[in-house]
């Protein structure tokens, strides 16, 4: 079946640049979307649509897409930006898939 | 400004229903498609269900196929998802949420979260 893989945990110093990868064999035919959640908070969008960021999210946020994987990127990752990430894609019939998350530590 | 509240969730036993609500406000519900994703405590996020902005395609996950009902009410911008035959794997926060669509297009992802009603199935 089909499924999207993230590292389960990432850690980086504040200032610092975050990479989280998520590989999926549907990805480069379906947009990706990008969430954060913090603890006993709802998610939040950071990336739409691959490398589309919406208002309000800061610029240090982006996204990219490369074949078979897809990549959020934290530009000068600040103590604000710890918390879990997923990805999230769909294949074509529909049915919508996350990533297992990233737990993104900022020592 | 979006807003999604989520209502319904509780403490149920084993093998009986609930049904959730989302009521809407802040944007034309009627041309966004909605869907529902569920968070077991300590777990990842899970697609449950998604519902076209018409209300004539419905999607689910294998998980609640046959057990989860989504449905949608234009006249009074409310999403709901009934659930039944609950077993206690489907304890989760149950969140509704807006679909990312265009003018022309909904795409399989989403812009806006509610902040989620909890459903715990225990005897």
């Known amino acids: 079946s089909y499924e999207l893989t993230q590292p389960p945990s990432m850690s980086v110093s504040p200032g610092q640049t975050a990479r989280i990868t998520c590989f999926g064999d549907?990805?480069?035919?379906?947009?990706a979307y990008w969430y954060q959640q913090k603890p006993g908070q709802a998610p939040v969008v950071m990336i739409y649509k691959d490398n589309e960021r919406p208002s309000g999210i800061p610029e240090r946020f982006s996204g990219s897409s490369s074949g078979t994987t897809v990549t959020l990127t934290i530009s000068g990752v600040q103590t604000e930006d710890e918390a879990d990430y997923y990805c999230?894609?769909?294949?074509?019939?529909?049915?919508?898939?996350f990533g297992g998350g990233t737990r993104l530590t900022v020592l | 400004e979006v807003q999604l509240l989520e209502s319904g969730g509780g403490l149920v036993q084993p093998g009986g229903s609930l049904r959730l609500s989302c009521a809407a406000s802040g944007f034309t519900f009627s041309t966004y498609a909605m869907t529902w994703v569920r968070q077991a405590p300590g777990k990842g996020l899970e697609w449950v269900s998604s519902i076209s902005a018409s209300g004539l395609r419905t999607y689910y996950a294998d998980s609640v196929k046959g057990r989860f009902t989504i449905s949608r009410d234009s006249s009074r911008n409310t999403l709901f998802g009934q659930m039944n035959s609950l077993r206690v794997e489907d304890t989760a926060v149950y969140y509704c949420?807006?679909?990312?669509?265009?003018?022309?297009?909904?795409?399989?992802?989403?812009?806006?979260w509610g902040q989620g009603t909890v459903v715990t199935v225990s005897s």
């Open positions: 949420a807006r679909d990312d669509c265009s003018d022309t297009d909904c795409y399989a992802g989403i812009d806006y």
């Open positions: 549907a990805l480069p035919k379906q947009y």
């Open positions: 999230q894609s769909t294949d074509s019939s529909g049915t919508w898939l």
